[in-house]
């Protein structure tokens, strides 16, 4: 079981920004992220948008880096994953 945040490459908001993620639990994610001061409006269905500035804060409190496509494979071999399809509501 592994919290896990990629590398930050999404723009918005004049920031860069990374996904949080859990390898197996979204009780485990969302108490990390509570822990960490993240908030609950950053989650979006199986992740959580994160600022680049947050990530190294993210890492010391036992967040894995990897790299995005790492961070897909193991959310999506979790069973976690939510695909755009079930985002759009098909």
């Given amino acids: ?3 896990l945040v990629d590398t930050p490459l ?3 908001h ?6 949080l993620v859990s390898d197996a639990d979204l009780d ?3 108490a990390f992220a509570a822990r960490h001061g ?3 409006r950053a989650f979006d269905r199986d992740h959580y948008d994160v ?3 947050a990530i190294d804060d ?3 409190g036992g967040a894995q880096r990897v790299d995005a496509h790492e961070l897909t494979r ?3 071999a979790s069973g976690l994953r939510v695909t755009a399809r079930e985002r759009r509501g098909r």
């Fill in 10 to 12: 999404w723009p918005a």
């Fill in 51 to 53: 600022p680049a500035d």
């Fill in 58 to 60: 993210l890492v010391a």
């Fill in 74 to 76: 193991r959310l999506i």
């Fill in 14 to 19: 004049g920031r860069l920004w990374a996904h």
């Fill in 1 to 3: 079981m592994a919290v």
């Fill in 28 to 30: 485990e994610l969302h």
């Fill in 38 to 40: 993240i908030p609950a």
